[in-house]
């Protein structure tokens, strides 16, 4: 997981990936680590506002887990302290997403 949170990290903060708020995945932003898949991504709001991404899907999951596998993820890059800024949200499809501010202040166009 450490080395996947490296590798996709370093491609989703790259700006010109960043994603408008219509979320999208593609083979840049997806990865799988055993059963588990990883997407991470910088979203932008249309009030410029950046959000990082990370979601994980796999069979019987659970938030706990997923946060889990958030700390060891992120590690590369980020040290993780938990229910600071992170959000988590689970949607229709079992995906399991977490999400923080990437910038600021917003950005100005």
């Not at 055993?34 to 990370?54: I, K, Y």
């Not at 988590?88 to 977490?98: C, K, M, N, Q, T």
């Amino acid at each position: 997981m450490e080395e996947a949170g490296g590798a996709l990290l370093g491609r989703a903060i790259e700006p010109r990936r960043w994603v408008t708020h219509v979320r999208r995945v593609t083979v840049d932003n997806i990865c799988h680590v055993g059963n588990v898949q990883v997407c991470a991504s910088v979203d932008v709001t249309p009030t410029l506002e950046t959000f990082l991404r990370v979601s994980f899907k796999g069979p019987r999951l659970s938030p706990l887990q997923a946060a889990e596998l958030l700390e060891r993820f992120t590690s590369a890059r980020y040290i993780f302290v938990p229910n600071l800024e992170w959000l988590v949200e689970i949607d229709a499809r079992d995906w399991i997403h977490f999400s923080r501010p990437y910038t600021r202040p917003c950005l100005e166009a």
